[in-house]
């Protein structure tokens, strides 16, 4: 079961870029990353998933190294309502129930 | 499309009681998992299932059932309610294991 480690919060100001890490050493081969997003008093909402390299969509860009110990979820040019807790979950499909978990996530504050 | 419905939105019960909390998803999902969330930590999978007639224990499963009759519906049962029990709790379903696509969420409190 690998292990994912993120800040538990950090802050940032409207129209920046947000960068948060996660960090994954003892991935395994057959693990994707994936990162949720949360508001208060809602259910988490998928954002993007990723094996290597660099993967966006219309919401986020999900940087992989090549050596897959890490990831860094980017938002370009936050804005208040991206204000969330953000989590990284690291696991493969054929484990699904026993992989997939919830970590404290990272608290991301958007400042005006 | 609904998505993921949960009923109820909140709920108090007493110590000892039992309770059904409902989930339906009409997005044709084969998996389907049942999540709780104390208050300033992340989500602790309960229970999950691949398809109708298929169900497994995640990571806390202890005084808590599951059954999945339909492909829609993966209710949860609280047996002998305790304070230990007081939660949020999330129904989600998906394509994969991947993507969830979450409920609302029910609010228990056990007293």
């Known amino acids: 079961l690998a292990k994912t480690t993120q800040p538990i919060s950090m802050d940032s100001y409207e129209g920046q870029e947000v960068n948060i890490t996660c960090s994954h050493n003892?991935?395994?081969?057959?693990?994707?990353i994936t990162w949720y997003q949360q508001f208060p008093s809602q259910g988490p909402r998928f954002i993007i998933q990723g094996y290597k390299t660099k993967v966006t969509n219309e919401v986020a860009s999900l940087f992989i190294p090549a050596d897959r110990k890490s990831s860094t979820l980017s938002l370009p040019r936050v804005s208040l309502s991206d204000t969330a807790v953000y989590y990284c979950l690291v696991g493969d499909a054929d484990n699904y129930g026993q992989n997939f978990v919830f970590g404290p996530g990272t608290r991301l504050s958007v400042l005006p | 499309n609904a998505g993921v419905t949960q009923t109820p939105k909140f709920r108090i019960l007493k110590i000892g009681q039992s309770m059904t909390l409902q989930c339906t998803q009409d997005m044709n999902h084969n998996y389907m998992y049942w999540y709780r969330q104390d208050p300033g930590m992340g989500l602790k999978l309960i229970y999950y299932?691949?398809?109708?007639?298929?169900?497994d224990k995640g990571e806390v499963p202890n005084g808590y059932n599951v059954s999945r009759s339909t492909t829609e519906d993966f209710p949860l049962r609280l047996e002998l309610a305790a304070p230990s029990q007081t939660s949020v709790y999330f129904c989600?379903?998906?394509?994969?294991?991947?993507?969830?696509?979450f409920g609302p969420g029910t609010r228990l409190t056990v007293t």
């Open positions: 003892n991935i395994a081969t057959n693990d994707y």
């Open positions: 989600a379903s998906g394509d994969s294991a991947y993507e969830q696509y």
């Open positions: 299932s691949v398809g109708a007639g298929i169900t």
